[in-house]
């Protein structure tokens, strides 16, 4: 099973780029990298995916170099609005099973 | 199109009493997972179901813990004989296939039980 680890916490200020970076040493060749953004008291949202190099989309840029050993979430200029905990995950190949972490807790400071 | 719906959103039990979870999927889905959290810890899978089947239920506690999906209506999950234990969040997600690889699964606000 690919486990990911993750800071646990992040703090930034609005305006700032946030660089979240992921390991996932034992992902598999077919497995994608998912990560999920979630508030307090709701239920986890969708981000980004990717398989490999970099994808992006109008709210992140997901970053995986040519090993895929790791993944790096890019949130440009966050607001406070941005403050959630952020999950990466692999999707297990030939399965339909997220394992997620604990994720890391990015707060966005004034 | 309305997105994954669930509820209750809240809902209080007594030791040894029974909960019901409900989960209607979005529009044209027909996979439905069942996940738990507990406080400041991630989503834990616990099924993997799709209309009238069970596919994958390795997550689920061996006792006490049951889930459908009828081929009309919600999917529910149940919980007999409520302990302290199981208070938690339960989210619901749905996708409209099942296959792993790009698979976005959407999650609902979650039903948070607490058991007095």
């Known amino acids: 099973l690919a486990k990911t680890t993750q800071p646990i916490s992040m703090d930034s200020y609005e305006g700032q780029e946030v660089n979240i970076t992921c390991s996932h040493n034992?992902?598999?060749?077919?497995?994608?990298i998912t990560w999920y953004q979630q508030f307090p008291s709701q239920g986890p949202r969708f981000i980004i995916q990717g398989y490999k190099t970099k994808v992006t989309n109008e709210v992140a840029s997901l970053f995986i170099p040519a090993d895929r050993k790791s993944s790096t979430l890019s949130l440009p200029r966050v607001s406070l609005s941005d403050t959630a905990v952020y999950y990466c995950l692999v999707g297990i190949s030939g399965t339909y099973k997220y394992i997620f972490g604990t994720g890391t807790r990015l707060k966005v400071l004034a | 199109n309305a997105g994954v719906m669930q509820n209750p959103r809240h809902l209080v039990r007594r030791r040894g009493q029974e909960a019901r979870l409900r989960c209607s999927p979005m529009?044209?889905?027909?996979?439905v997972y069942w996940y738990r959290q507990l406080p400041e810890e991630g989503l834990k899978f616990m099924v993997y179901?799709?209309?009238?089947?069970?596919?994958?239920e390795s997550g689920m506690p061996k006792e006490r813990f049951s889930a459908e999906f009828p081929k009309e209506g919600p999917s529910i999950l149940r919980i007999q004989q409520v302990v302290r234990g199981d208070s938690a969040a339960y989210f619901c997600?749905?996708?409209?296939?099942?296959?792993?690889?790009?698979?976005?699964?959407?999650f609902g606000p979650g039903t948070r039980l607490t058991v007095l």
């Open positions: 034992n992902i598999a060749t077919n497995d994608y």
């Open positions: 529009k044209g889905h027909s996979h």
């Open positions: 997600a749905s996708s409209p296939t099942g296959t792993s690889g790009y698979n976005e699964q959407f």
């Open positions: 179901l799709q209309k009238e089947n069970i596919i994958d």
